[in-house]
T-cell receptor, first 110, second 113 residues
Framework: QKEVEQNSGPLSVPEGAIASLNCTYS??????FFWYRQYSGKSPELIMS????GDKEDGRFTAQLNKASQYVSLLIRDSQPSDSATYLC??????????FGAGTTVTVRA | KAGVTQTPRYLIKTRGQQVTLSCSPI?????VSWYQQTPGQGLQFLFE???????NKGNFPGRFSGRQFSNSRSEMNVSTLELGDSALYLC????????????FGQGTRLTVV
């Protein structure tokens, strides 16, 4: 079983719609969770961090965390073509290592 | 505030050679982590340095090594290069590592021929 699993893509959404990205992790010692966005040929860019159960909103992005279910998600509201990228889920495990999922590629259709 | 700086941006090396990559973290950040990214394997953790000490290590062969200097700058070395070492090498800096936010440099694209 992979340490971090993300919903397989690619995920294609129309402009203005909500993109929903899911991630499950295996290390119950994980306390910190990050979402990175990576454009093709670029390095990952941190877009959200979440540490407590519940929701955290930042602009058009909402991260949701449920530690009991070992689940974290990212919602992108009012999706724009500029949101087309690969989104990486990255929990920090109990060993303090940042692990990455394989990523979900999102394409926003104009 | 300057971001994470990696040099060089691109490298072409021959099998059997060695290579050294450099990473200058964000000012004040003391933790530097290195990752290898390939299309097939995604982002894989190599190692983390904090205050000049290797604090964590991934599952890579001993050909991959690193170090950190007193100013927090870090270098990664790969000896006896193999074709499979061709990848994007990324470093990420954070204040203290652990649960703190990590910011990536632009990466070094290494091609082994």
């Amino acid at each position: 079983q992979k340490e971090v699993e993300q919903n397989s893509g690619p995920l294609s959404v129309p402009e203005g719609a909500i993109a929903s990205l899911n991630c499950t992790y295996s290390d119950r010692g994980s306390q910190s969770f990050f979402w990175y966005r990576q454009y093709s040929g670029k390095s990952p860019e941190l877009i959200m961090s979440i540490y407590s159960n519940g929701d955290k909103e930042d602009g058009r992005f909402t991260a949701q965390l449920n530690k009991a279910s070992q689940y974290v998600s990212l919602l992108i509201r009012d999706s724009q073509p500029s949101d087309s990228a690969t989104y990486l889920c990255a929990p920090i495990g109990g060993d303090y290592k940042l692990s990455f999922g394989a990523g979900t590629t999102v394409t926003v259709r104009a | 505030k300057a971001g994470v700086t990696q040099t060089p941006r691109y490298l072409i090396k021959t099998r059997g050679q060695q290579v050294t990559l450099s990473c200058s973290p964000i000012s004040g950040h003391r933790s530097v982590s290195w990752y290898q990214q390939t299309p097939g394997q995604g982002l894989q953790f190599l190692f983390e340095y904090f205050s000049e000490t290797q604090r964590n290590k991934g599952n890579f062969p001993g050909r991959f090594s690193g170090r950190q200097f007193s100013n927090s700058r870090s270098e990664m070395n790969v000896s006896t290069l193999e074709l499979g070492d061709s990848a994007l090498y990324l470093c990420a800096s954070s204040l203290t590592g652990g649960g703190t936010e990590a910011f990536f440099g632009q990466g070094t694209r290494l091609t082994v021929v």
